[in-house]
Each structure stands twice: as structure tokens, then as C-alpha cells.
């Protein structure tokens, strides 16, 4: 698989060799069949808009980047773009000198205007290009081990980015993060609150201790929870009541109230009233419990059997042992 692509690589005719000119360098500047009015000091290969991505990348990095390597690729040449623009006002020239080539072809074609030219580094002309071009040039590495490198060393770059970070934050941040976890503030509040990333506000957290921001955190949900279940309860309890005087049910207040089983025990406990006193909406013996007692009550007195009751009253013996516990006199 790895031989076929490579094949088809060579056969595509995509690539083009370009290069770099520096506009405040002009001159007759003559490498064999090739002239140029202006320095020559970049040559590479590419497809497609490869030939602008130094000028992107030298835009998108500071001097600063440049200076300490913070980033992977050729230095030497992306000062040189930046220096260009800022004193020019205007991006370097570049020119595509020949077009329509396979891989192999653009290759040689590089190594030879790299040769011609000469490179700085090695102190044997003019261009900024850090090796000699093509596949297996002096300095080029190709394949996985480039590739496990490079990450690598981004990998190295962006933990020490991070870590200067943090610890300016951590020394800005710690102490203001302390007094609001004390204060019971949970950690989103704290990450909404000072505007810095979750990430590092959890950090932080943890640095701190751990412990203690949990139990805050619960102490503080719990007494969010108490705060919101009184809310409820002052909204709804005039509602309760006046629902409990037309005698209506408590899946029935439930319902038009739209209020949770545990709010409504909370509302029965604070206005006084026993939950399981108030009838349910499918239970017609619950709601006319007293009648059925003094029913009952008579009948017992008469001598008659529980059983004997139960048809007499025509209900079932769920519901009648169910009114005799609700009224303790039975017992």
C-alpha cells in the first residue's frame, strides 16, 4: 500500500517549485536559465496555495515566537518575511518558475536552485532554506519519526506555555477562589464570576484542597434546596388550603398545582395537617371515611362480623380494614 501511493505521488502533476524575492533588494540577480530583478532568499516545492503559507504563518507569529523558537519550522526565514513586511508595508515577491511538475521532478529542480544559489546557514549564498532540498537533503527528516518528533516537541512547547500560565493565575486567583469557596460559592459560580477558564479555576480548586470544596459545595446545594423548597411552600400553601375546603384530592391538588410529592408533605407539615387524612381522588370511601365509621361503628356494636360488614357496606376488605386504621377509636 505504502509503495502504490508513493507511486501515484510521482505520477501526480500537481507540483510547482517557487520562490521567495526580497522587494527592498532590487538588482540583476542571474542563476543559469533563471532571472530575477529582486534577491532571491526562499526556494521550496508545493501544491495548491503552499506557496503562501510562509507569509500566513509569519503573520500569525511574534517576533518574540521567532526569536525563542516557539514553533516548528525554519526561523531564519520567517524573520526575514516579517522584517519585509514591516518595513515595506507590502508581503515578499513570489514566483512559481516552473508549474505542471511530478513530485520527482520538483524535487531536482529545488536542489539545483538551492545549489546554484547557495544557503546562509552553511555560508555559501544567500537563501534562508535550512537544507539542501528534496527527499533525504542534509537536515530533512521524513516520515514517523519526523512526525513523533515534531509532536514531541509542540507537546514540550505548549506544557511550558501552560504552566507559566497557571502560575501567574494560580497567585492572582488562589486567595479570591479561597474566600469564595468559604463563603459557599460552588465552582461554577466561581468560573462564571472571574471570567478564567474551567479548567484552570478546577486547578486551582484542587491545589487548594479538595475536601473542603466539596463539603461546601453540598452545604451550600443543601441550603439552596432548603431556601428554594420554602419558597415553594409560602407560594403554594394558600393554594392548599383553599383546595382542601372544596375537598378536593391530593393527586388532584397535586395535579392542578403542578407541585412535586415532596413539596406538598412539606406543605401539609407547615400548615399543620395530617397527609394521610386527606382522601385520594379514586378512593369514594376515603372521602366519606367519617360516615363509614359511624356505619361500622354500629354494625360492631350489633355483634356483626368483619365479614358480614364488608358485604353489608358492599366495598372491599382493603378499604375497609384501611378506614378502621385511620380512626384509632377502632383499636
Known amino acids: 500500500m505504502w509503495i502504490m501511493s508513493r507511486m501515484k505521488l510521482l505520477e501526480d502533476k500537481r507540483f510547482y517549485v517557487y520562490i521567495y524575492l526580497d522587494p527592498r533588494k532590487s538588482g540583476s540577480y542571474q542563476y543559469n536559465e533563471f532571472q530575477f530583478n529582486y534577491e532571491p532568499f ?83 549564498g544567500i537563501l534562508t532554506n535550512m537544507t539542501d532540498g528534496g527527499d533525504g537533503g542534509n537536515g530533512n527528516i521524513f516520515g514517523r519519526k519526523h512526525l513523533l518528533k515534531t509532536r514531541q516537541r509542540l507537546s514540550k512547547i505548549q506544557l511550558e506555555k501552560y504552566a507559566k500560565k497557571y502560575k501567574t493565575l494560580y497567585k492572582e486567583y488562589s486567595t479570591i477562589i479561597k474566600e469564595m469557596i468559604l463563603n459557599g460559592q460552588s465552582k461554577n459560580q466561581i468560573n462564571k464570576q472571574l471570567l478564567i477558564g474551567r479548567d484552570t479555576v478546577y486547578r486551582i480548586i484542587d491545589d487548594l484542597n479538595l475536601s473542603i470544596c466539596k463539603f461546601n459545595q453540598s452545604r451550600y446545594r443543601k441550603e439552596k434546596l432548603q431556601e428554594r423548597d420554602l419558597n415553594k411552600i409560602l407560594k403554594y ?18 395535579k392542578e398545582l403542578k407541585l412535586p410529592y415532596d413539596i406538598l408533605l412539606k406543605i401539609f407539615e407547615y400548615i399543620n395537617i395530617n397527609y394521610n387524612t386527606i382522601p385520594h381522588a379514586n378512593n369514594k370511601y376515603l372521602k366519606n371515611y367519617q360516615i363509614y365509621n359511624e356505619v361500622i361503628k354500629k354494625y360492631l356494636l350489633l355483634g356483626l362480623s368483619n365479614v358480614l360488614i364488608i358485604k353489608k357496606l358492599n366495598i372491599s376488605k382493603s378499604q375497609y380494614y384501611k378506614i378502621k386504621r385511620l380512626d384509632k377509636t377502632f383499636e
Open 42 to 124: 526562499y526556494v521550496g516545492i508545493g501544491v495548491n496555495n503552499r506557496y503562501r503559507y510562509h507569509i500566513s504563518k509569519a503573520k500569525r507569529l511574534s517576533y518574540n515566537d521567532i526569536k525563542n523558537k516557539n514553533f516548528i519550522g525554519n526561523s531564519l526565514k520567517l524573520y526575514k518575511i516579517k522584517k519585509i513586511i514591516k518595513e515595506t508595508n507590502k508581503e515578499p515577491i513570489v514566483l512559481k518558475l516552473k508549474e505542471n511538475l511530478n513530485r520527482g521532478n520538483a524535487l531536482d529542480l529545488e536542489i539545483k536552485l538551492i545549489k546554484n544559489i547557495g544557503r546562509i546557514n552553511i555560508k555559501t
Open 237 to 254: 400553601k394558600d393554594s392548599v388550603l383553599q383546595f382542601l375546603k372544596k375537598e378536593k384530592s391530593k393527586s388532584f391538588i397535586r
